[in-house]
């Protein structure tokens, strides 16, 4: 099962973090294009439920899939950024390439990085810590009856945002696992729930979400300041642009759009690898003499993200994926792409 609204919404997702990451380097303000990884917090949830229905597996089944998904292409990334880095730093300045950087990045572990910021080597890997840590939750919760795997995921996540909340804790580690983001999923998780039970809002119900998502995403402009709000902020827009969207599909109003189709095909690979594009471009425009802080040169920059992200979809991502599908049986096959 194929939702093409959702995989629009990735590759409008990926591309707003692609915008933003572009802005800060010309100082120009994308802000509203952190939502892109509150919309892939809340895809994520709708997802799982949607599998976890589609299929009988087990925790082992599910972690295995999830692994196979997410960890050839970051590990990938993260191999070639950190070679890339200890050849070059003067390119990579962000990122150090220290031993133990390197190893709990690969771990998804949520640190401090040299530079004193909590992030991976790969920096917007930070969102995949969040990821995996959701994947290992969820498949607790398949231990559990069917009858009682939402209710039981809804607890746990409330304890854990609650504990957050009352605790502060200043640890890493226990920071991002009772942070507020984790809420982003559970909301995917129900909006799933309502997918699957055929109780999504009607068709006037539906626009309106959509269209008071995007208002308040475009509202959020005048409220980045508010960072520690982001479930507000940027979760908010996020959910109602989901919920609107899956909801018009389901009532045959979401057409087939070839070009962000493949944009949410190739969404991962963007988000991981549009960095080097931006990279690229920055080298070729200073030897040029271009260099400088005109639109021109974002828009130029911009360019070199996408076509970075879809040349590593079309030959790295894919590859593997497709060498991954011919050594694995036919029956545990993911069946939906994860951002």
Not at 81 to 107: C, D, G, K, M
Not at 273 to 298: D, M, P, R
Request: glycine share 8%; charged share 10%.
């Amino acid at each position: 099962m194929q939702i093409l609204s959702v995989q629009y919404l990735r590759g409008l997702a990926a591309s707003a973090v692609v915008l933003f990451h572009a802005g800060l380097i010309y100082n120009l303000n994308f802000g509203l294009g952190n939502a892109g990884v509150d919309i892939f917090f809340v895809i994520s949830g709708l997802i799982m439920w949607i599998v976890s229905n589609q299929k009988n597996d087990t925790p082992k089944q599910f972690i295995i899939q999830r692994t196979i998904r997410i960890v050839p292409l970051y590990w990938s990334v993260t191999i070639f950024l950190t070679i890339a880095a200890a050849a070059r730093p003067n390119l990579f300045p962000l990122e150090r390439p220290a031993p133990w950087h390197v190893l709990q990045s690969l771990l998804f572990i949520p640190h401090v990085a040299p530079n004193g910021k909590v992030h991976p080597i790969l920096i917007q890997g930070w969102t995949l810590n969040y990821e995996m840590f959701f994947y290992s939750l969820f498949a607790l919760i398949l231990f559990l009856p069917v009858r009682f795997r939402l209710i039981g995921f809804t607890a746990l996540i409330g304890s854990l945002v609650l504990l957050g909340s009352a605790v502060a804790p200043t640890n890493t580690l226990a920071a991002t696992y009772t942070s507020p983001l984790l809420i982003e999923f559970l909301v995917g998780i129900w909006l799933g729930k309502a997918l699957t039970s055929a109780k999504l809002p009607s068709r006037g119900g539906a626009s309106t979400l959509l269209i008071s998502g995007v208002f308040m995403l475009f509202c959020s402009h005048w409220l980045e300041n508010l960072t520690q709000e982001r479930l507000l902020i940027w979760g908010l827009p996020a959910a109602c642009i989901v919920a609107g969207s899956i909801a018009l599909e389901q009532r045959g109003l979401v057409p087939t759009i070839p070009v962000l189709k493949f944009l949410g095909d190739a969404s991962y690979s963007i988000y991981l690898a549009h960095s080097f594009g931006f990279l690229g471009v920055a080298i070729i425009v200073e030897k040029l003499g271009l260099a400088g802080q005109g639109t021109g040169n974002f828009l130029v920059t911009t360019v070199g993200g996408f076509a970075a992200g879809i040349l590593c979809f079309l030959l790295v991502e894919r590859p593997i994926t497709s060498f991954i599908r011919k050594i694995r049986s036919g029956p545990h096959r993911s069946v939906q792409r994860m951002a």
